[in-house]
Structures are given as structure tokens and as C-alpha cells.
């Protein structure tokens, strides 16, 4: 039996609506996770620089950051209704 009900603007919603609209939320909460570190990560680079003017692991890890942004960002587009307006 399929189980739906009606959610506060009076839409019929399924398990499949249900389950998107949860992993939009994830993945929301995961890419603003991701740029709060990448912003950690930024300022930390910048700091190396300045102290010991090495800064190739730090930029390595920046780089990882933006790729997997990138990469959640991605994922959250091409959910069912995941597109931003």
C-alpha cells in the first residue's frame, strides 16, 4: 500500500517526494558544512604563508575542499527538484 499525505501547502506527497526532499536537505546541510571549512581552510593557508611560505599541503587540502563542494553541489542539482531557483 502506498503511503502519502499532505503536506502544509496542501500538496500530495509520496515516499519518493519525502525521500528527495530529505537528501536536498543533506546535501544542503553538508555543502554549507563543506564552505564553512573551505573558509577554515582558506584562512589557514593564508597564515602558513605568511609564517613558513610553504603552503603546498594546505593548498592541496583547499583544493580537495572545492572539488568536493563542487561535487555536492552537483549531486544536489540533479536530485528530483533539487535545482535552486
Known sequence: ???????????????????????????????????????????YMREVGLVSGSTAVASFELQRLHLLVALLREGRERLPGGGRA
Not at 14 to 31: F, M, N, V, Y
Request: aromatic residues 0%; without cysteine.
Open 1 to 43: 500500500m502506498l503511503v502519502q499525505t499532505i503536506d502544509e501547502h496542501g500538496r500530495l506527497e509520496g515516499p519518493e517526494t519525502r525521500s528527495a526532499a530529505a537528501q536536498i536537505e543533506r546535501l544542503d546541510r553538508l555543502i554549507e558544512l563543506a564552505e564553512a571549512r573551505l573558509v577554515e581552510q582558506e584562512s
